[in-house]
């Protein structure tokens, strides 16, 4: 009986598979707990720290870069090469990711690399191996810490691993690599999708792009008006039993709130909720990183009850998929930072006054034209959506194969 091999091979395979600790593999971990190079603004020299690895990928949209001298002074130490694993001690412990071709890079405090022994282990094959659910279970079980956890040198040296013949272990990579490499062609095409429609609506909302209509001749010239001017501020209390009772994340708009908080935490003040309906808006002003002044967005379910601080409203006139699309773009942000009073209070929320807020200006093309606009961003958010979603699906794909291609 093989005991320790998976539930899924490649055809050909038959050998027992081993059990052993990661020092048993002759794997060498370099120790990177040293004072991190000096940043740069930018250069081909990258800066990985903890919050740059997760899920197997290096996260490049915060990355920060060294100088030349930065980079030979760290990798007097090591140099991370493709094969190599960086890996995280600490915020979490045990995020992992193989060292991409072709980067030149140095680690920040708190991060290790992992140079397998090649004649014993392939490196691109561990990089897989860290990342399925059991081996994130034997490192959470050698972390300390529960909010932030942090795990010692020696303490990954007995991470246990289970592993094949070589030539079977670069079958497993290979085949998990076209895997990845399919999950990063996606991703950097919903990328590049929401680069051009961020540059796009710029364009359109700067009215450097105009819409004509169906006989080709131009719409006249936007107005301008104030909010209050298009718009009905909402107080409505729910006359019965709403069970949908969401909130407002700045990055992902309307979230039922079990899902955000794992529970529904609005407590004794769930009467004072308002009752939002489909089409209708919210402004949640509070400051987040993405929305330095808050964000505003329209709820696309039947129904839900909503925190009372936020400002709700809805359209007395104009096309809500038009204003919905303007909101997200921070249209209002430079209107927002004059008129907000002082820094969050001490609930979190900016000081903007309810009739301040509706006296903003908003661009109002003619009904036609923001139609237009409306069902043309419309089409490349549903593209986005459709790109987005081939990548979950894939990643639930890989999520499978590793549950089966590892013991």
Same mark, same amino acid.
């Not at 956890?149 to 998990?176: C, G, H, S």
């Not at 819409?211 to 936007?222: I, N, S, V």
């Not at 601080?309 to 204003?323: A, D, H, P, Q, T």
């Not at 699309?325 to 008129?339: A, C, E, G, S, V």
């Given at each position: 009986?093989?005991?320790?091999?998976?539930?899924?091979?490649?055809?050909?395979?038959? =050998?027992?598979?081993?059990?052993?600790?990661?020092?048993?593999?002759?794997?060498?971990?370099?120790?990177?707990? %040293?004072?991190?190079?000096?940043?740069?603004?930018?250069?081909?020299?990258?800066?990985?720290?903890?919050?740059?690895?997760? +899920?197997?990928?290096?996260?490049?949209? &915060?990355?920060?870069?060294?100088?030349?001298?930065?980079? %030979?002074?760290?990798?007097?130490?090591?140099?991370?090469?493709?094969?190599?694993?960086?890996?995280?001690? #600490?915020?979490?412990?045990?995020?992992?990711?193989?060292?991409?071709?072709?980067?030149?890079?140095?680690?920040?405090?708190?991060?290790?690399?992992?140079?397998?022994? *090649?004649?014993?282990?392939?490196?691109?094959?561990?990089? %897989?191996?860290?990342?399925?659910?059991?081996?994130? @279970?034997?490192?959470?079980?050698?972390? /300390?810490?529960?909010?932030?956890?942090?795990?010692?040198?020696?303490?990954?040296?007995?991470?246990?691993?289970?592993?094949?013949?070589?030539?079977?272990?670069?079958? /497993?990579?290979?085949?998990?690599?076209?895997? &990845?490499?399919?999950?990063?062609?996606?991703? *950097?095409?919903?990328?590049?999708?929401? +680069?051009?429609?961020?540059?796009?609506?710029?364009?359109?909302?700067?009215?450097?792009?105009?819409?004509?209509?169906?006989?080709?001749?131009?719409?006249? #010239?936007? +107005?301008?008006?104030?909010?209050? =001017? /298009?718009?009905?501020?909402?107080?409505?209390?729910? =006359?019965?039993?709403? =069970?949908?009772?969401?909130?407002?994340?700045?990055?992902?708009?309307?979230?039922?709130?079990?899902?955000?908080?794992?529970?529904?935490?609005?407590?004794?003040?769930?009467?004072?909720?308002? %009752?939002?309906?489909?089409? #209708? !808006?919210?402004?949640?002003?509070?400051?987040?990183?993405?929305?330095?002044?808050?964000?505003?967005?329209?709820?696309?379910?039947?129904?839900?009850?909503?925190?009372?601080?936020?400002?709700? @409203?809805?359209?007395?006139?104009?096309?809500?998929? @038009? !204003?919905?699309?303007?909101?997200?773009?921070?249209?209002?942000?430079?209107?927002?930072?004059?008129?907000?009073?002082?820094?969050?209070?001490? +609930?979190?929320?900016?000081?903007?006054?309810?009739? &301040?807020?509706?006296?903003?200006?908003?661009?109002?093309?003619?009904? *036609?034209?923001?139609?237009?606009?409306?069902?043309?961003?419309?089409?490349?958010?549903?593209?986005?959506?459709?790109?987005?979603?081939?990548?979950?699906?894939?990643?639930? !794909?890989?999520?499978?194969?590793?549950?089966?291609?590892?013991?």
């Amino acid at each position: 009986m093989n005991e320790y091999a998976p539930k899924l091979r490649f055809k050909g395979f038959s =050998d027992e598979w081993s059990v052993e600790t990661l020092k048993k593999s002759r794997t060498q971990i370099i120790d990177c707990e %040293h004072k991190t190079a000096p940043y740069v603004d930018s250069s081909e020299y990258l800066v990985v720290r903890t919050n740059n690895v997760r +899920d197997g990928l290096i996260k490049y949209g &915060d990355i920060r870069y060294t100088s030349s001298e930065g980079f %030979h002074e760290w990798t007097k130490r090591a140099t991370p090469t493709f094969g190599d694993i960086l890996f995280t001690r #600490e915020a979490p412990a045990g995020e992992s990711c193989l060292v991409p071709k072709g980067k030149k890079i140095c680690l920040g405090q708190r991060m290790v690399l992992l140079k397998p022994k *090649e004649r014993k282990m392939s490196g691109v094959y561990l990089s %897989h191996l860290l990342q399925t659910p059991k081996s994130r @279970f034997e490192v959470k079980k050698l972390s /300390i810490g529960t909010t932030v956890t942090r795990i010692n040198i020696q303490d990954i040296y007995r991470i246990k691993l289970a592993y094949p013949k070589l030539v079977e272990q670069q079958k /497993i990579a290979d085949f998990l690599t076209s895997v &990845d490499t399919k999950i990063s062609q996606l991703t *950097e095409k919903y990328r590049l999708l929401k +680069d051009y429609k961020k540059g796009v609506i710029q364009q359109i909302f700067s009215q450097k792009i105009r819409f004509k209509d169906y006989d080709g001749k131009a719409f006249p #010239e936007w +107005d301008m008006f104030k909010l209050i =001017d /298009i718009a009905e501020p909402i107080k409505r209390k729910a =006359d019965r039993v709403i =069970d949908n009772v969401m909130t407002i994340s700045a990055g992902k708009g309307f979230l039922h709130q079990n899902d955000r908080f794992s529970q529904v935490i609005a407590g004794t003040s769930l009467n004072k909720y308002i %009752h939002l309906k489909r089409g #209708e !808006f919210a402004y949640n002003r509070g400051n987040s990183k993405s929305y330095t002044y808050g964000c505003i967005y329209r709820l696309e379910e039947e129904e839900a009850l909503i925190p009372f601080v936020y400002r709700s @409203f809805k359209l007395s006139k104009g096309v809500e998929g @038009f !204003f919905a699309q303007l909101f997200t773009m921070k249209y209002l942000d430079k209107q927002l930072r004059r008129l907000i009073s002082s820094s969050a209070r001490m +609930d979190g929320l900016l000081n903007i006054g309810e009739k &301040d807020f509706y006296q903003v200006k908003v661009p109002f093309p003619c009904i *036609e034209e923001q139609q237009k606009i409306a069902q043309f961003l419309q089409s490349l958010d549903k593209k986005i959506d459709a790109v987005n979603e081939q990548i979950e699906h894939t990643k639930l !794909f890989k999520k499978g194969l590793l549950q089966q291609m590892f013991v």
